[in-house]
């Protein structure tokens, strides 16, 4: 029992973190139809950077502002220099250039910072008591953070003027042109937006596991079948489903260990490719 | 205003326009018939980039269109009202008009004056603001459509059928706020098979067939001699 | 459809055929003529062409992207593997069996869901797949030696049981040689033929195809199937070279690098994944002795800007020549 409340805490805090980490990546899907290869490797790079700040300033809050800042302006860059070019070409091509992009930044964040792993020091100290179980509190801040960061892009979204101009092109590129709404901007506005959340959610998982080269692919790859399962494209699908496919995990590790836990989480991906394509909690267009 | 001079466009591989010329100028309203599938969209498309123009010229207040990019027609005060209406599904009516409305230069006030007056002409869209656009009916819809035009203060709009697929009540809705936005001395180029409206509410008429200009008039001739109107169009 | 009335003449046959047979001229003599690594190294080409030329077959010919191609190379090594420590003595044909079973068993698996998933879909699931795949293989160590893998003795070289000679580097070489040449000459004459026909009018225009009358889902399954077997093969290749299977060679890694292959080389080709794979491993080998792992930095942004500028790949020019 103890078990079963402890993983639903987890499940709940990882599916926080992976929501802000799927919403970038589901951002920028749905508005420029490119698969991110590079989303993990972008929280990577993010934590490496925040955990730079936090050891040159020793804050916290500057480290998750540094980091978002920063793999902002690159993915600013990145969407300019690579992706742009690659407009109106088949989507493939998108898929590889990111892929190569991934590369490239894994291999810098090694050249950069190293082998070995970097910490970054939980905001919070101390324990939460939860009847008889001690939990981590920093792990329940970074939840909230999480979902106030989510809150805050759903408001900007839903009331920002440029909210709107995201949204319009979203659905309708062409008629966001005719309306003179400058449609590469707005990309370059989502791909840099969707960078800080990932390098934010860097940050924020940096206490719980370290920052390593290779924590990306993780991500990626669970950002991906969060994406597909909530519904490529659609912002409150992925968040649910995020905390969907972190509570199965979390449950699962109870049975098996935390690395063949993840099958679950693909298991899951297959059967809403195969019977719900359009998302599991998407309701399928008739 | 609006000049096309000699324009060839292309679908893909197909050559859809041949040498096309129509002019509008400032507040004039130009009528543009033809039968289903003469070019008349792809007319309106060449002139939003949205079809490949391998041939000609299109010049708005004597700049060339060639080198804008599509989200500067709208800056230059070309609107456009689709045949398809493509108003934003997922947005309410409000956030429709604010597409139009958030542009640099507008003041608080103004953008109110600019709510008011298209409020004026479709109360609906008031009652309806907090709506999302893809719940209104096709004639609603199609209010937004002319209304999120407006929205851009714009020189000319670019009308095509507005009144298709709609009740005569619509209809007669429709041509009172082109006659509107005559009065307001906008220039509108209207596409349109609906030939009598049509007749009313332009001066001018350019008639097309098979991608290219066949006639060119003005509706009291046209409206005077049917013969010419049964040749093209078959009414 | 063009591509499916009567077989066109192929005047440009003989400058074909003379091309081919001086570069296998020129990789037969290889060995003799350098040094070890060198040698070694270009067997270790011929077996990572093939290994990316099997992808082509469904990115290039089909139009499909794989991204788990490592799941049916990885299964064809531990495929031999098994063969050859399970059964004494160790054989070289039972070897390649084992390890084509194992790489069809993936590739009927995979198969199934090419047909119900379309594009990005499809990418994603196969990328999915072989990383359950690595997670079996890496957690299951009873079986599969987990994180360490397996090694085994090199069989000898033998056909049938009729005579047995221990490989040599070279002799291997001419050994795999000969394998990825038939292996080419068989996919080549598959791609040219009716069959090959339909795959590439799936890659252009699906819906057109099923619309004609072609039942879309079988040509599809065959695709993978042959895909996944001529990876497989290049699998136990790998694997009675080195003498070990290891999961990293199921991981994600394999498959991204053969992507790299097919899109630096040419999609659509053949040769292509070989060039590519070739310039690919020059690259690394070059560039790792300045700059030892971070050869990927200037190598991955070589790929990309190949992706904008370069999308046809090094030998895309003949593709047209070679599917005439």
Same mark, same amino acid.
């Given at each position: 029992?103890?078990?079963?409340?402890?993983?639903?805490?987890?499940?709940?805090?990882?599916?926080?973190?992976?929501?802000?980490?799927?919403?970038?990546?589901?951002?920028?899907?749905?508005? &420029?139809?490119?698969?991110?290869?590079?989303?993990?490797?972008?929280?990577?790079?993010?934590?490496?950077?925040?955990?730079?700040?936090?050891?040159?300033?020793?804050?916290?809050?500057?480290?998750?502002?540094?980091?978002?800042?920063?793999?902002?302006?690159?993915?600013?860059?990145?969407?300019?220099?690579?992706?742009?070019?690659?407009?109106?070409?088949?989507?493939?091509?998108?898929?590889?250039?990111?892929?190569?992009?991934?590369?490239?930044?894994?291999?810098?964040?090694?050249?950069?910072?190293?082998?070995? +792993?970097?910490?970054?020091?939980?905001?919070?100290?101390?324990?939460?008591?939860?009847?008889?179980?001690?939990?981590?509190?920093?792990?329940?801040?970074?939840?909230?953070?999480?979902?106030?960061?989510?809150?805050?892009?759903?408001?900007?979204?839903?009331?920002?003027?440029?909210?709107?101009?995201?949204?319009?092109?979203?659905?309708?590129?062409?008629?966001?042109?005719?309306?003179?709404?400058?449609?590469?901007?707005?990309?370059?506005?989502?791909?840099?937006?969707?960078?800080?959340?990932?390098?934010?959610?860097?940050?924020?998982?940096?206490?719980?596991?370290?920052?390593?080269?290779?924590?990306?692919?993780?991500?990626?790859?669970?950002?991906?079948?969060?994406?597909? @399962?909530?519904?490529?494209?659609?912002?409150?699908?992925?968040?649910?489903?995020?905390?969907?496919?972190?509570?199965?995990?979390?449950?699962?590790?109870?049975?098996?260990?935390?690395?063949?836990?993840?099958?679950?989480?693909?298991?899951?991906?297959?059967?809403?490719?195969?019977?719900?394509?359009?998302?599991?909690? @998407?309701?399928?267009?008739? | 205003?609006?000049?096309?001079e000699n324009v060839d466009a292309h679908y893909g591989k197909s050559h859809v326009l041949h040498g096309v010329s129509i002019e509008v100028r400032a507040g004039e309203v130009v009528g543009l018939l033809g039968r289903n599938g003469v070019g008349k969209t792809t007319t309106l498309k060449a002139i939003m980039g949205m079809a490949r123009r391998t041939g000609g010229r299109i010049t708005f207040e004597g700049r060339d269109l060639e080198g804008v990019p599509p989200h500067g027609l709208a800056?230059?005060?070309?609107?456009?009202?689709?045949?398809?209406?493509?108003?934003?599904?997922?947005?309410? /009516?409000?956030?429709?008009?604010?597409?139009? *409305?958030?542009?640099?230069?507008?003041?608080?006030?103004?953008?109110?004056?600019?709510?008011?007056?298209?409020?004026?002409?479709?109360?609906? *869209?008031?009652?309806?603001?907090?709506?999302?656009?893809?719940?209104?009916?096709?004639?609603?819809?199609?209010?937004?459509?002319?209304?999120?035009?407006?929205?851009?203060?714009?020189?000319?709009?670019?009308?095509?059928?507005?009144?298709?697929?709609?009740?005569?009540?619509?209809?007669?809705?429709?041509?009172?706020? @082109?006659?509107?936005?005559?009065?307001?001395?906008?220039?509108?180029?209207?596409?349109?098979?609906?030939?009598?409206?049509?007749?009313?509410?332009?001066?001018?008429?350019?008639?097309?067939?098979?991608?290219?200009?066949?006639?060119?008039?003005?509706?009291?001739?046209?409206?005077?001699?049917?013969? /010419?109107?049964?040749?093209?169009?078959?009414? | 459809?063009?591509?499916?009335?009567?077989?066109?003449?192929?005047?440009?046959?003989?400058?074909?055929?003379?091309?081919?047979?001086?570069?296998?001229?020129?990789?037969?003599?290889?060995?003799?003529?350098?040094?070890?690594?060198?040698?070694?190294? /270009?067997?270790?080409?011929?077996?990572?062409?093939?290994?990316?030329?099997?992808?082509?077959?469904?990115?290039?010919?089909?139009? &499909?992207?794989?991204?788990?191609?490592?799941?049916?190379?990885?299964?064809?090594?531990?495929?031999?593997?098994?063969?050859?420590?399970? /059964?004494?003595?160790?054989?070289?044909?039972?070897?390649?069996?084992?390890?084509?079973?194992?790489?069809?068993?993936?590739?009927?698996?995979?198969?199934?869901?090419?047909?119900?998933?379309?594009?990005?879909?499809?990418?994603? #699931?196969?990328?999915?797949?072989?990383?359950?795949?690595?997670?079996?293989?890496?957690?299951?160590?009873?079986?599969?030696?987990?994180?360490?893998?397996?090694?085994?003795?090199?069989?000898?070289?033998?056909?049938?049981?009729?005579?047995?000679?221990?490989?040599?580097?070279?002799?291997?070489?001419?050994?795999?040689?000969?394998?990825?040449? +038939?292996?080419?000459?068989?996919?080549?004459?598959?791609?040219?033929?009716?069959?090959? &026909?339909?795959?590439? #009018?799936?890659?252009?225009?699906?819906?057109?195809?099923?619309?004609?009358?072609?039942?879309?889902?079988?040509?599809?399954?065959?695709?993978?199937?042959?895909?996944?077997?001529?990876?497989?093969?290049?699998?136990?290749?790998?694997?009675?070279?080195?003498?070990?299977?290891?999961?990293?060679?199921?991981?994600?890694?394999?498959?991204?690098?053969?992507?790299?292959?097919?899109?630096?080389?040419? &999609?659509?080709?053949?040769?292509?994944?070989?060039?590519?794979?070739?310039? $690919?491993?020059?690259?690394?080998?070059?560039?790792?002795?300045?700059?030892?792992?971070?050869?990927?930095?200037?190598?991955?942004?070589? $790929?990309?800007?190949?992706?904008?500028? *370069?999308?046809?790949?090094?030998?895309? $020019?003949?593709?047209?020549?070679?599917?005439?």
């Amino acid at each position: 029992m103890d078990q079963i409340i402890i993983q639903t805490l987890h499940g709940l805090v990882n599916g926080m973190v992976l929501a802000m980490v799927a919403s970038g990546l589901t951002l920028i899907f749905g508005i &420029m139809d490119i698969v991110n290869f590079a989303h993990g490797d972008l929280l990577m790079l993010g934590a490496f950077v925040g955990a730079t700040v936090l050891g040159m300033t020793g804050s916290y809050w500057l480290a998750l502002l540094g980091a978002a800042i920063v793999i902002a302006i690159l993915g600013a860059l990145l969407q300019v220099t690579t992706l742009r070019p690659l407009i109106g070409r088949d989507p493939l091509t998108t898929i590889l250039a990111t892929f190569g992009i991934s590369l490239v930044i894994q291999k810098y964040a090694l050249w950069q910072w190293g082998p070995s +792993v970097r910490q970054i020091s939980e905001p919070v100290r101390g324990d939460f008591n939860l009847f008889h179980l001690q939990y981590p509190w920093y792990r329940i801040v970074t939840a909230v953070l999480a979902g106030l960061i989510l809150t805050g892009l759903w408001l900007f979204l839903k009331y920002g003027k440029y909210g709107i101009w995201i949204r319009a092109t979203t659905q309708d590129r062409v008629m966001a042109q005719a309306m003179g709404i400058p449609v590469p901007l707005v990309y370059t506005a989502v791909f840099a937006i969707g960078s800080a959340m990932a390098a934010a959610s860097g940050v924020l998982f940096g206490p719980f596991a370290g920052v390593t080269q290779t924590m990306g692919f993780d991500f990626t790859v669970r950002a991906f079948v969060v994406v597909v @399962v909530g519904g490529l494209g659609n912002l409150g699908g992925s968040i649910l489903a995020s905390i969907f496919i972190s509570l199965l995990e979390s449950y699962a590790a109870i049975l098996v260990s935390p690395a063949q836990a993840v099958i679950v989480s693909f298991v899951v991906l297959v059967l809403t490719m195969l019977f719900r394509p359009t998302g599991l909690f @998407v309701p399928t267009p008739r | 205003m609006l000049i096309l001079e000699n324009v060839d466009a292309h679908y893909g591989k197909s050559h859809v326009l041949h040498g096309v010329s129509i002019e509008v100028r400032a507040g004039e309203v130009v009528g543009l018939l033809g039968r289903n599938g003469v070019g008349k969209t792809t007319t309106l498309k060449a002139i939003m980039g949205m079809a490949r123009r391998t041939g000609g010229r299109i010049t708005f207040e004597g700049r060339d269109l060639e080198g804008v990019p599509p989200h500067g027609l709208a800056g230059l005060g070309i609107a456009w009202v689709p045949e398809e209406r493509r108003i934003f599904r997922l947005l309410t /009516v409000l956030e429709n008009l604010r597409t139009g *409305l958030d542009r640099p230069g507008v003041t608080p006030a103004h953008r109110d004056a600019l709510l008011d007056k298209v409020y004026a002409y479709f109360p609906i *869209l008031k009652e309806r603001r907090n709506q999302a656009g893809g719940t209104l009916s096709g004639g609603e819809q199609q209010m937004l459509a002319i209304a999120r035009a407006m929205m851009l203060e714009p020189k000319i709009i670019l009308l095509d059928e507005p009144t298709e697929g709609l009740m005569p009540r619509m209809v007669a809705q429709i041509q009172e706020i @082109v006659h509107a936005l005559h009065r307001d001395g906008v220039a509108i180029l209207l596409v349109e098979q609906n030939v009598p409206l049509t007749l009313d509410a332009a001066g001018r008429v350019y008639i097309m067939e098979k991608g290219t200009v066949r006639h060119h008039a003005s509706a009291a001739e046209l409206r005077a001699d049917q013969r /010419v109107i049964h040749e093209y169009l078959g009414v | 459809m063009t591509a499916l009335a009567a077989a066109p003449p192929r005047p440009r046959a003989a400058g074909y055929w003379a091309a081919f047979a001086i570069v296998v001229a020129l990789l037969v003599i290889a060995p003799t003529l350098l040094p070890p690594f060198w040698q070694r190294f /270009v067997t270790e080409i011929l077996i990572w062409g093939l290994l990316a030329m099997s992808s082509d077959i469904l990115i290039g010919y089909t139009g &499909m992207v794989s991204f788990g191609h490592s799941a049916f190379f990885g299964l064809g090594m531990y495929g031999a593997a098994a063969a050859l420590l399970t /059964v004494k003595p160790p054989t070289l044909s039972l070897a390649l069996l084992y390890g084509l079973i194992g790489a069809g068993g993936v590739a009927v698996f995979v198969a199934f869901f090419a047909t119900r998933l379309r594009d990005i879909y499809f990418g994603i #699931s196969t990328l999915v797949f072989s990383q359950i795949f690595y997670v079996i293989i890496f957690t299951w160590t009873e079986v599969t030696g987990g994180e360490n893998g397996l090694t085994f003795r090199q069989p000898p070289l033998s056909i049938l049981g009729l005579w047995s000679i221990p490989f040599t580097p070279t002799t291997f070489h001419w050994f795999v040689l000969a394998v990825v040449a +038939v292996s080419y000459l068989v996919v080549r004459r598959i791609t040219q033929s009716p069959f090959g &026909m339909v795959l590439q #009018s799936i890659r252009e225009n699906e819906p057109r195809t099923r619309a004609i009358g072609y039942h879309v889902e079988r040509y599809k399954i065959v695709a993978v199937m042959l895909s996944g077997l001529f990876a497989g093969l290049a699998g136990v290749l790998y694997a009675i070279q080195n003498k070990f299977a290891a999961p990293d060679f199921v991981f994600f890694t394999v498959s991204g690098e053969v992507v790299i292959y097919n899109v630096m080389g040419g &999609m659509g080709t053949l040769v292509g994944p070989f060039a590519g794979a070739a310039f $690919f491993l020059l690259l690394r080998e070059g560039l790792s002795r300045f700059l030892t792992e971070y050869y990927l930095i200037p190598v991955g942004i070589i $790929f990309i800007i190949m992706i904008i500028f *370069l999308p046809q790949g090094l030998l895309g $020019f003949l593709r047209r020549r070679l599917n005439s």
